[in-house]
């Protein structure tokens, strides 16, 4: 029998860890993950959203997200627990 994980018990380890969340669209989001449902709404605490600038596509807007945060599932494509962003992410170009 091989060792399986289900994807939210995955979700579950990385609560009170850094996350790198690209939702869909072009928008980055990082931060520490706080808690989530069923859904995979998720809540995060110190987010930083990374997202291209609507007048100049080849810069970044990095926006401080200074409260909690709740973000919508619907809208989540991809979570990396202990993520930054890879070295080509919205979030490495803004730093």
Known sequence: MSNRILPLELIDKAIGSPIW???????????????FDDYVNL?????????PDPRDKTSIVKKELKAEILL????????????????DSLAARAS
């Open 72 to 87: 919508n599932g619907n809208h989540v494509a991809v979570l990396v627990p202990g993520g930054k962003g890879p070295e």
């Open 43 to 51: 809540v995060l605490d110190d987010a930083v959203e990374y997202s």
């Open 21 to 35: 969340i690209l939702m869909r669209g072009q928008t980055e989001l990082t931060g520490i993950l706080r808690g």
